[in-house]
C-alpha cells in the first residue's frame, strides 16, 4: 500500500516535497516511480529510482528542476520539487514496479498510491 502526500497551493517559482509512505518490507526491492495527470490530459510519467537509488531518471520537463529520492530504511519515497511553473499543476502518484529496470509507462508499474494534489498560481 502506497501513501502520498505533501500536495499543496504554491506560486510559481516556489517548492514542494512530496513524500510516498509505503507498507511492508518489500518496499527495497521495487523500482518507484512518481506521475502526474493533470485535467483532461493523460497520466504522465515525471520520474523514476531504482531499488537501491543509485540510478534515477527524469521527464524532460522536470529534468533539473524535480530531484527523486528514497529512504529503504524508512519506506519512503520522495520528489522534491523546485522552480514550479504553472504547468506543473496536477494530480501527483506514486507507484511501485517489480522489474528490475525504471519504467516509464502506466501499464508497466504494479501498484499505485491515491495521489497528492498540487497546484502552481501564476
Known amino acids: 500500500q502506497l501513501q502520498a502526500s505533501g500536495g499543496g497551493l504554491v506560486q510559481a517559482g516556489g517548492s514542494l516535497r512530496l513524500s510516498c509512505a509505503a507498507c511492508?518490507?518489500?518496499?527495497?526491492?521495487?523500482?518507484m516511480g512518481w506521475f502526474r495527470q493533470a485535467p483532461g490530459k493523460e497520466r504522465e510519467f515525471v520520474a523514476g529510482?531504482?531499488?537501491?537509488?543509485?540510478?534515477?531518471y527524469y521527464a524532460d520537463s522536470v529534468k533539473g528542476r524535480f530531484t527523486v529520492s528514497r529512504d529503504n530504511s524508512k519506506n519512503i519515497l520522495y520528489l522534491q520539487m523546485n522552480s514550479l511553473k504553472p504547468e506543473d499543476t496536477a494530480v501527483y502518484y506514486c507507484?511501485?514496479?517489480?522489474?528490475?529496470?525504471?519504467?516509464?509507462?502506466?501499464?508497466?508499474?504494479?501498484?499505485w498510491g491515491q495521489g497528492t494534489q498540487v497546484t502552481v498560481s501564476s
Open positions: 511492508g518490507r518489500a518496499f527495497s526491492m521495487y523500482q
Open positions: 529510482i531504482t531499488w537501491n537509488g543509485r540510478s534515477t
Open positions: 507507484a511501485a514496479d517489480r522489474n528490475p529496470s525504471i519504467a516509464t509507462t502506466v501499464s508497466q508499474y504494479d501498484y
